[in-house]
């Protein structure tokens, strides 16, 4: 049997048989290949002697099974790592961040608490998927829609927790700032509701966030100092329309009044969803599908110039820049909406084209949902995501996996270009693959991210490569101000650090809430860099 | 309902045998956990990846292939390939994975 590192095998096989006495034999994993199961499956560590893997894991399915799980790890002193559907890919998977942790598999706690058609809003346990809720909307013909993130089979509790966003409205998007009402046990076992859970019998814990006093369930997303058991989110009401559209610009310059306009319409509400900027001719035709050779020779060609790039635009009627936009309310809203916005991009850049998306209307037949190809931007949840790094015909072999590194930048032209060049320049300095093409999204209402995506490989030297840029990338973002969201485990002390003005004074800060609310430092210890008390000297 | 109807009720239920629950069972693990990646249609990656492997020399479709074992199928889901992670037990139970492996199977030699 594996052993969590410091702690004696006699008390830890006594606490394997408390924790077995809890959940039942069935559902707590010692051996190798039940071990397996809780590798992160998409680690650059892969095989490496810092792969971060489980002593255990074991899985209740009620919030009581949960609190006598903490209570028998704080008597035993055993470190302890929750997770949610443990489908967080390319951010850790089902595995600790604290090797030899044992899992807490919140998998079984799948219930849909309540869901409240007029008022919009649901509440479920941590094991409950995007996948689980649409589909208990539509086999309920509910008119509500979620928002998902790229694969649908992620946790609502878990991504939000971990600053996760998707692809509808802004309100909702934002999954951390929908949600509405936690319950929350603590690293000591005891039971906490937030906002108006806290009055017994409230009836608007889902409806109204803040109850009364200050609000701590910040404390818990992207934290370590408790286990989140229930949690409330707002929905989208089903629109009766949905309409997308495409603004395409053919200078290298137009992205500067590109980015002026849309910021207008943004500011405004006038488009209240995420978009992509996308640059066909930076990127090729399609994404994903290999670029013609013409344009393939341009785009390897070291040191191109926009102007070159924009004369190739010229004879194939290729856009250099384009701006997705998407709109949901009534029919005679969306179709005002796109009109609107084309009138603003017109009067900033008079030979500006415009090409219409989707014009849909609600509800959806599965046929018809199924048949959607923008399928987070309505909410429907798929896998189609994992066409990254899967074979394919211009892929022969599959990848082992991926993760992203997302530096935050403004929301404006001149930081995306800045960000392009400080990537380019570095990657040809550092000598590895350019990824300097990498184009931002939408992350909040005011900000891009900027996606680039690595392969994890069989071969440990690759991935050692990899880490080193992922390490050099962090530190040179934030010497230009730009900073992480989120990231996977293997670089969470090195996010942290960059964070650290004042003597890295939040980092303090959250370590005095760490050592207040969990003093034994058995819960999920690292995460986002932030490490109990008796590791802390260790970290990274 | 009237009593006539709860028998012939009952009969029915009794008519169905256990292969064809087990049959049932397994295309419902099928669906809740496979045809995401693995059913019909341009956003399914697992169909895509089959697809640019086999190109066609078997059916880019589980559900089609003639060729898959049960312990091929049991070999997959617990340890992965490529992109494909491999699935927990709290995700899908030995038993579910049972059921899984012989509606896969069924159409094997």
Redesign the interface.
């Given at each position: 049997m594996r052993v969590p590192h410091g702690i004696d095998p006699k008390a830890f096989s006594a606490a394997v048989r408390e924790l077995e006495g809890v959940v039942g034999q069935q559902?707590v994993?010692t051996s190798e290949?039940?071990l397996?199961?809780?590798?992160d499956?998409?680690s650059p560590f892969w095989g490496e002697a810092e792969e971060r893997l489980a002593s255990a894991?074991v899985?209740p399915e009620s919030v009581e099974q949960v609190q006598a799980i903490l209570r028998i790890a704080n008597a035993h002193k055993i470190p302890i790592y929750p997770i949610s559907?443990?489908?967080n890919?390319g951010y850790g998977?089902?595995a600790p961040v604290y090797s030899g942790s044992v899992v807490l598999?919140l998998?079984?706690m799948n219930r849909i608490l309540e869901i409240d058609e007029q008022a919009a809003s649901c509440l479920v346990e941590p094991?409950v998927s995007y996948?689980d809720l649409y589909r208990h909307i539509r086999a309920n013909k509910l008119k509500l829609w979620i928002d998902c993130p790229d694969p649908?089979?992620g946790s609502l509790i878990g991504n939000a927790l971990d600053h996760g966003n998707g692809y509808t409205m802004n309100p909702f998007r934002d999954h951390f700032a929908a949600h509405c009402g936690m319950e929350v046990v603590l690293a000591n076992g005891d039971l906490v509701r937030t906002g108006m859970g806290a009055l017994p019998g409230a009836k608007t814990w889902q409806q109204s966030r803040y109850g009364f006093g200050p609000d701590v369930d910040g404390i818990f997303s992207q934290g370590n100092s408790g286990v989140v058991t229930k949690m409330g989110f707002w929905l989208m009401a089903e629109p009766e329309a949905y309409l997308s559209g495409t603004v395409m610009v053919s200078r290298h310059a137009d992205l500067v009044p590109l980015m002026k306009a849309f910021s207008v319409l943004n500011n405004t509400n006038a488009m209240m969803a995420t978009t992509r900027i996308g640059s066909p001719l930076q990127l090729g035709r399609v994404f994903g599908m290999p670029p013609e050779p013409e344009h393939a020779a341009l785009l390897d060609k070291p040191g191109v110039s926009p102007e070159e790039l924009e004369a190739y635009g010229r004879k194939n009627d290729l856009p250099y820049w384009t701006i997705d936009l998407k709109f949901y309310g009534g029919t005679e809203v969306v179709e005002a909406q796109w009109t609107h916005a084309m009138r603003v991009f017109r009067s900033a850049i008079p030979d500006v084209q415009f090409a219409k998306g989707d014009r849909l209307t609600f509800p959806l037949t599965d046929a018809q949902a199924?048949?959607v190809?923008d399928?987070a931007s309505l909410g429907i949840?798929?896998?189609?995501a994992?066409?990254?790094?899967?074979?394919?015909?211009n892929?022969?072999v599959?990848?082992?996996?991926?993760f992203w590194l997302s530096p935050i930048l403004p929301l404006s032209a001149e930081a995306v270009l800045e960000a392009q060049k400080v990537f380019a320049g570095a990657f040809r300095e550092w000598g590895v693959a350019p990824l300097y093409r990498a184009l931002p999204q939408l992350y909040s209402p005011r900000a891009f991210y900027l996606l680039f995506g690595f392969e994890v490989s069989e071969d440990p030297a690759v991935n050692r490569k990899t880490r080193e840029t992922v390490r050099r990338m962090i530190k040179l973002a934030a010497e230009h101000g730009w900073g992480e969201y989120r990231t996977a485990p293997a670089f969470m002390d090195d996010v942290m650090n960059v964070y650290s003005y004042n003597n890295h004074a939040l980092r303090a800060l959250y370590e005095r809430i760490k050592d207040a609310l969990d003093p034994n430092g058995i819960l999920a210890a690292g995460r986002c860099g932030i490490w109990p008390k008796h590791l802390r000297d260790g970290r990274s | 309902m009237s009593f006539a109807r709860v028998l012939l009720a009952g009969v029915a239920f009794a008519a169905v045998s256990p292969a064809v629950l087990a049959d049932d069972r397994g295309h419902q693990v099928y669906t809740r956990w496979c045809i995401a990646c693995h059913g019909v249609g341009p956003d399914k990656p697992g169909t895509g990846a089959l697809q640019a492997k086999y190109k066609g020399s078997v059916p880019a479709l589980l559900e089609e292939r003639n060729d898959l074992t049960a312990d091929l199928v049991k070999m997959y889901v617990r340890r992965g390939v490529s992109v494909m992670p491999p699935f927990r037990k709290t995700e899908i139970s030995d038993e579910d994975l049972n059921a899984l492996a012989a509606y896969l199977s069924k159409r094997s030699p």
């Open positions: 559902w994993f290949e039940d397996y199961l809780y590798r499956a998409y894991a899985s559907t443990g489908r890919l998977g089902a598999d998998k079984r094991g996948f649908g089979w199924e048949a190809k399928k949840p798929s896998l189609g994992f066409f990254v790094g899967a074979r394919s015909p892929k022969p599959g990848s082992h996996g991926h | -």
